[in-house]
C-alpha cells in the first residue's frame, strides 16, 4: 500500500517560503492522491487526483492554510470512501459548488430583504423580466408589476412556489373579489397562472393551480362604452357637432371622433406628418397602434381613407395647430398632444353624460350603423376598426 500522511505543516510552511524565494511553484504530495500546489504568492492549492474508468481525474479541496494538513486529509479520506461506494467525484464537486454558490445567493437576498430561488415572487420577478416586459407596454408590465407586489406577495411571495395550492391562491385572490375589483381579481389570476406556467417550464414546480380556479371565482360583467346606435340620436349628435360653439379645435376633434372612427388615444396623438393630402389618406404608425409589443414593432401601419369632410376639417385646422407636431396640440404646450378628457368633456358641454355617448362610443356607432343601416361587410368594418381578424378573409380586406 502506498504510504500516506507524508507531509508537516513546518514542511508546508518551508516549502511555501522556499517557492517565495524562488518565484516558481512547486507540488507536495501527501500520499493516496492528496497534492498541496505551493505558490509564490504563499498560498497552496490541495488537489486530490483520482482514476475513474481508466481516466484519470483531479477536484479541489481548497487553499492552506484556509484548509489546515488536518482538514485536506480529512476531505481526502471522505472522498475516497464516497468513491468507493461508486460516486463520481467530479459530479459532486460541480454538485457541491452549485450548492455553495446557491447558498451564497439566499443569503445575499436575504440580506437585501429580497426573497430566495424557488419562491412565488423570485419566479414572478424573473417572469416579469424575462417573458412579460419583453413582450407588453411599459405601462401594461409596470401595472402586472405593481399588482403583484400590492396584491400577490404580501401573502404568497416567500412560498415556495412548488407548495402553493389552489386554495391558498384562491384565498389570496378572494381578498380583491371582496373589495368588488371584479375585474382586477381575474387580470391578477391570469397574471398568476402565467407566472406559474413559467414556473412549469423552468422546473420551479410541476403544476399552475391557477387552472382549477377557472369556475371559482365572480365573473366580470360585461361593459360597454356609451354610445348612441339609434340612426335618429346619430343624427341629433353629429347636429350637435357641427353647431358646437367651444374651441374651434376641440370643435374639429368632435367631428373627426365620428369620422375617421380611430380609438380616442389614437385621434388626440395624431401628427401632421401621417397626413397625406394628395392621396387622402391618413397613415398611422403601427407603433401607435394597439397592438403587442412585437406588433407594433413589425406590424403594418394603419391606412384610413379620408372623405372630403375629413379633408376640409384638416384644412381648416391648419393655420391653427401647423406650428406643432400634433394635429390636436395641449393648449398648455405644443410638445404634447390634447388631453384624453378634452372630448369627453365637450360632449358635456353638448348635454351627452356619461350614460349617453363616450369618446370612444364614436366606434360602436359607427360599428351599428354601418353594419345595421349601411349593410357594410363586417370584414370591411373590422378592417377599418383596426380590429385584428384571425380568419384568412379578414387579413385579406386588413391589406
Given at each position: 500500500?502506498?504510504?500516506?500522511?507524508?507531509?508537516?505543516?513546518?514542511?508546508?510552511?518551508?516549502?511555501?517560503?522556499?517557492?517565495?524565494?524562488?518565484?516558481?511553484?512547486?507540488?507536495?504530495?501527501?500520499?493516496?492522491?492528496?497534492?498541496?500546489?505551493?505558490?509564490?504568492?504563499?498560498?497552496?492549492?490541495?488537489?486530490?487526483?483520482?482514476?475513474?474508468?481508466?481516466?484519470?481525474?483531479?477536484?479541489?479541496?481548497?487553499?492552506?492554510?484556509?484548509?489546515?494538513?488536518?482538514?485536506?486529509?480529512?476531505?481526502?479520506?471522505?472522498?475516497?470512501?464516497?468513491?468507493?461506494?461508486?460516486?463520481?467525484?467530479?459530479?459532486?464537486?460541480?454538485?457541491?459548488?452549485?450548492?455553495?454558490?446557491r447558498r451564497r445567493e439566499v443569503e445575499a437576498l436575504?440580506?437585501?430583504?429580497?426573497?430566495?430561488?424557488?419562491?412565488f415572487e423570485y419566479v414572478a420577478r424573473e417572469w416579469?423580466?424575462?417573458?412579460?416586459?419583453?413582450?407588453?407596454?411599459?405601462?401594461?408590465?409596470?401595472?402586472?408589476?405593481?399588482?403583484?407586489?400590492?396584491?400577490?406577495?404580501?401573502?404568497?411571495?416567500?412560498?415556495?412556489?412548488?407548495?402553493?395550492?389552489?386554495?391558498?391562491?384562491?384565498?389570496?385572490?378572494?381578498?380583491?373579489?371582496?373589495?368588488?375589483?371584479?375585474?382586477?381579481?381575474?387580470?391578477?389570476?391570469?397574471?398568476?397562472?402565467?407566472?406559474?406556467?413559467?414556473?412549469?417550464?423552468?422546473?420551479?414546480?410541476?403544476?399552475?393551480?391557477?387552472?382549477?380556479?377557472?369556475?371559482?371565482?365572480?365573473?366580470?360583467?360585461?361593459?360597454?362604452?356609451?354610445?348612441?346606435?339609434?340612426?335618429?340620436?346619430?343624427?341629433?349628435?353629429?347636429?350637435?357637432?357641427?353647431?358646437?360653439?367651444?374651441?374651434?379645435?376641440?370643435?374639429?376633434?368632435?367631428?373627426?371622433?365620428?369620422?375617421?372612427?380611430?380609438?380616442?388615444?389614437?385621434?388626440?396623438?395624431?401628427?401632421?406628418?401621417?397626413?397625406?393630402?394628395?392621396?387622402?389618406?391618413?397613415?398611422?404608425?403601427?407603433?401607435?397602434?394597439?397592438?403587442?409589443?412585437?406588433?407594433?414593432?413589425?406590424?403594418?401601419?394603419?391606412?384610413?381613407?379620408?372623405?372630403?369632410?375629413?379633408?376640409?376639417?384638416?384644412?381648416?385646422?391648419?393655420?391653427?395647430?401647423?406650428?406643432?407636431?400634433?394635429?390636436?396640440?395641449?393648449?398648455?404646450?405644443?410638445?404634447?398632444?390634447?388631453?384624453?378628457?378634452?372630448?369627453?368633456?365637450?360632449?358635456?358641454?353638448?348635454?351627452?353624460?356619461?350614460?349617453?355617448?363616450?369618446?370612444?362610443?364614436?366606434?360602436?356607432?359607427?360599428?351599428?350603423?354601418?353594419?345595421?343601416?349601411?349593410?357594410?361587410?363586417?370584414?370591411?368594418?373590422?378592417?377599418?376598426?383596426?380590429?385584428?381578424?384571425?380568419?384568412?378573409?379578414?387579413?385579406?380586406?386588413?391589406?
Open positions: 500500500m502506498a504510504a500516506t500522511d507524508l507531509l508537516s505543516d513546518r514542511a508546508i510552511q518551508a516549502a511555501l517560503k522556499a517557492a517565495a524565494v524562488a518565484g516558481k511553484s512547486r507540488k507536495l504530495s501527501d500520499g493516496a492522491g492528496l497534492v498541496l500546489d505551493v505558490r509564490p504568492t504563499g498560498v497552496g492549492w490541495w488537489r486530490l487526483r483520482f482514476w475513474r474508468d481508466g481516466k484519470e481525474g483531479m477536484i479541489s479541496l481548497g487553499t492552506y492554510p484556509v484548509v489546515s494538513l488536518k482538514a485536506a486529509r480529512m476531505k481526502r479520506d471522505e472522498a475516497r470512501e464516497a468513491k468507493a461506494h461508486g460516486a463520481d467525484l467530479s459530479e459532486r464537486r460541480k454538485q457541491e459548488k452549485a450548492e455553495r454558490a436575504e440580506a437585501a430583504g429580497l426573497p430566495g430561488p424557488g419562491t416579469l423580466e424575462v417573458r412579460h416586459r419583453p413582450a407588453v407596454s411599459e405601462g401594461h408590465a409596470k401595472t402586472t408589476q405593481t399588482r403583484l407586489e400590492k396584491m400577490v406577495f404580501p401573502w404568497l411571495g416567500r412560498r415556495p412556489i412548488c407548495e402553493i395550492e389552489p386554495p391558498e391562491l384562491l384565498e389570496c385572490l378572494r381578498r380583491i373579489e371582496s373589495r368588488g375589483a371584479l375585474e382586477t381579481t381575474h387580470r391578477v389570476k391570469d397574471a398568476c397562472s402565467q407566472v406559474f406556467r413559467y414556473g412549469v417550464s423552468t422546473g420551479a414546480c410541476a403544476r399552475n393551480p391557477a387552472a382549477d380556479l377557472r369556475e371559482a371565482l365572480k365573473p366580470v360583467p360585461t361593459r360597454h362604452f356609451a354610445a348612441i346606435v339609434d340612426p335618429k340620436g346619430v343624427r341629433n349628435l353629429l347636429r350637435d357637432l357641427v353647431a358646437y360653439t367651444g374651441n374651434p379645435i376641440t370643435r374639429a376633434a368632435l367631428r373627426l371622433s365620428a369620422l375617421l372612427l380611430l380609438r380616442p388615444g389614437e385621434l388626440r396623438s395624431l401628427e401632421w406628418s401621417w397626413v397625406d393630402f394628395e392621396t387622402a389618406t391618413l397613415t398611422l404608425p403601427s407603433a401607435v397602434m394597439k397592438r403587442r409589443l412585437d406588433e407594433k414593432a413589425n406590424g403594418q401601419p394603419h391606412v384610413v381613407p379620408m372623405a372630403a369632410q375629413v379633408v376640409a376639417i384638416f384644412q381648416e385646422l391648419q393655420p391653427l395647430t401647423m406650428h406643432s407636431r400634433y394635429v390636436f396640440p395641449s393648449i398648455l404646450t405644443r410638445e404634447k398632444c390634447m388631453s384624453e378628457n378634452t372630448v369627453r368633456s365637450a360632449l358635456r358641454r353638448l348635454g351627452y353624460g356619461n350614460d349617453d355617448m363616450t369618446a370612444h362610443g364614436f366606434r360602436a356607432m359607427a360599428r351599428t350603423m354601418l353594419a345595421e343601416q349601411l349593410n357594410v361587410q363586417p370584414e370591411v368594418i373590422e378592417a377599418q376598426l383596426a380590429h385584428a381578424v384571425s380568419d384568412s378573409l379578414g387579413r385579406a380586406y386588413n391589406r
